[in-house]
């Protein structure tokens, strides 16, 4: 069962050369080897355009670096990631990219692409910017927050490289928090000495994303930029979002399986700062909303902002919860948790999950159909998955560098059994087999709005698709 954006049906398909040759409803050409995959789904192979591997930050540095972070990727059907810059305030864009590059090649075992992260804006700075994008760096990240770790561009910088991406068709994705408010913030619950884990949720409610949110809606559409909100969390955030949508102009919107799958309760319970990440995890009423925004492509991307600690990295800050080092792993398990809460549940149609884990984050980072397409000419990035088998998630045998999963114990209903990339196997029956630096550093097209308008589509798909698997043809 061929398992796409659009449709599912049943074929074979034949590879040659590191690309899909041939799709057919009978048997294709001679084949040096035949895979069976009867009973199975093949899926495009998944496409996580989050990651934060070995990041460094105050207290620790992410346990994944490029070499376990795509390994573990490759073992949960993930054949492309999209890693970040490190941009430093008095350096060039260019010079980070090429110290990201030099941490990554040879090293990843999967395709990779790299997000240019802006953290301070002057006239230098914006004239890189039609340079990367004519270089294949298309994606641009800036930080409505953390103005003490140097990161926070304010609106005049945010306004400035909105314009200027517009120019040359490039895309600004935000991490959209009111930096000075959840400063504030969290200085008052410190002062009070409130330093729980669960007050790291406290330092930063819903207002702090969604007016940043708005703000940065309404800055896009000022310089009729093209914008993309990393890792949306709350229900006022999406109603922002689909407001802008119903109102004809395009903003595109990610989340993320720990905003899905899990609420701020768990920051109560033994452990419960492992588990802080940024933006906070929130409330089961916003878990909600996020499933429907998906259904109704209000959310176009489901990415995992892989930042893994162990719990030794995360006991560094415990004395109080803005120093715990933020973020999770998730790279490995996204797509079984997804299908058995999102497909297998009723959230979402199997070609939905395809759409939001492949198809359209292919198509907004410039791509698709090289990546994210099961069709004649793309490559051979494939995941031969099989919908029956149950599994429970234990951090002892999952390939990502950590000692902690925040969805230990949960149990799956959908594995992943092959992993290929070019052609080549990858991963097989959940051991990794293959070759650190196969992967490849993609040079992306441009950002083409007219071919990432998901919305209406999303809406017809949820209306008519006929039970979780989505339709047959």
């Known amino acids: 069962m ?34 069976d995959a009867e009973g199975k789904w093949i899926l495009p192979g998944i496409i996580d355009v989050h990651t934060h591997m070995e990041l460094p930050m105050e207290l620790a540095t992410s346990c994944d670096d490029f070499t376990t972070g795509t390994r573990a990727a490759a073992c949960g059907g993930v054949t492309t990631i999209i890693d970040f810059s490190l941009h430093r305030k008095g ?9 990201r590059r030099r941490a990554a090649d040879g090293r990843v075992a999967v395709d990779y692409g790299l997000h240019a992260e802006i953290v301070e804006v002057n006239e230098a700075i914006l004239d890189e910017i039609p340079r990367l994008v004519r270089d294949g760096v298309t994606s641009f990240k800036l930080y409505m927050a953390y103005r003490r770790d140097g990161r926070m561009v304010d609106d005049g910088g945010l306004y400035a490289v909105l ?54 809606i309404y800055l896009s559409r000022f310089a009729h930029g093209h914008l993309y909100i990393v890792h949306l969390t709350t229900s006022q955030a999406l109603s922002a979002v689909q407001e802008t949508h119903d109102g004809g102009f395009p903003v595109w919107a990610e989340t993320c399986p720990q905003y899905l799958l899990l609420d701020e309760t768990v920051y109560l319970g033994e452990g419960g700062g492992d588990f802080i990440a940024t933006p906070p995890l929130r409330s089961p009423k916003d878990r909600e909303a996020l499933w429907l925004g998906l259904a109704q492509g209000g959310i176009s991307v489901i990415s995992t902002d892989h930042c893994p600690f162990t ?28 299908y058995t809460h999102g497909v297998y549940q009723g959230h979402l149609t199997a070609n939905q999950l395809v759409a939001a884990m492949s198809a359209n984050p292919a198509k907004i980072f410039g791509l698709y159909p090289a990546k994210g397409a099961l069709e004649v000419g793309s490559d051979a990035d494939l995941v031969i998955f099989d919908p029956q088998v149950e599994f429970t998630i234990s951090a002892k045998a999952l390939h990502m560098n950590t000692d902690f999963s925040p969805y230990q114990g949960f149990t799956c209903r959908g594995a992943v059994q ?3 990339l070019r052609g080549r196997i990858i991963a097989q029956n959940s051991q990794f087999c293959g070759s650190s630096g196969y992967g490849q550093f993609l040079h992306r097209r441009i950002f083409e709005p007219d071919n990432c308008q998901f919305w209406s589509t999303h809406e017809k798909a949820s209306s008519s698709a006929g039970g979780p698997a989505g339709q047959e043809d």
């Open 2 to 35: 061929i398992v796409t954006a659009e449709k599912s049906y049943r074929a074979e398909i034949g590879i040659k050369d590191g690309r899909i040759a041939q799709i057919s409803g009978g048997q294709v050409s001679a084949a040096a080897q035949v895979l």
């Open 418 to 420: 092959l992993t290929m």
């Open 311 to 338: 719990k030794e990295q995360k006991r560094l800050g415990m004395e109080r919860f803005d120093r715990i080092p933020n973020g999770l792993p998730g790279v490995e398990t996204s797509l079984p948790l997804i």
């Open 163 to 216: 314009k200027r991406t517009a120019e040359v068709s490039g895309l600004v994705m935000v991490h959209a928090e009111n930096g000075p408010l959840l400063e504030h913030l969290t200085e008052q619950l410190l002062m009070d000495g409130k330093v729980a884990p669960i007050f790291h949720a406290r330092s930063r409610p819903h207002q702090v994303e969604e007016e940043a949110v708005r703000r940065a």
């Open 91 to 99: 350096t060039s864009l260019e010079a980070s990219l090429r110290d």
